[in-house]
């Protein structure tokens, strides 16, 4: 049985909102159960969750930022799957947690807002 999954992303980041939609794609393609759920939701504010990046639950442990991108990674299309396989490779791991601290830092000004979107239960 697959783990269940939880993403918790900004709901008022473009890129963010973007990303969503592409894990979301990818998850169900891959057959991986997954809630979706912004970080400004009240579940999102208990557990103490805030705007510096998505937040991955696997089974209720949380992977918060680079690391919930990374974990993302599993259901990804080859070439993410790649991307976390080098996870394991120091220098590739650097590089790919210093290229997602300067996209998080910059997502608004290079991709722009939205208004923060609810995510509606699937039928």
Request: with cysteine; net charge positive.
């Amino acid at each position: 049985m697959m783990a269940q999954w939880t993403l918790y992303y900004d709901g008022g980041c473009n890129l963010c909102h973007t990303s969503q939609l592409r894990i979301e794609k990818w998850a169900e393609k891959a057959g991986q159960p997954l809630h979706v759920d912004v970080l400004q939701s009240n579940e999102a504010l208990a557990k103490g969750y805030t705007l510096e990046g998505l937040v991955l639950e696997i089974d209720g442990q949380p992977h918060v930022g680079y690391d919930g991108w990374l974990e993302s990674m599993k259901v990804a299309p080859w070439w993410g799957r790649w991307i976390y396989k080098l996870r394991k490779v120091s220098l590739a791991r650097r590089f790919f947690k210093w290229v997602y601290g300067v996209v998080a830092k910059y997502r608004y000004k290079w991709f722009g807002t939205r208004s923060c979107p609810i995510p509606t239960p699937k039928a």
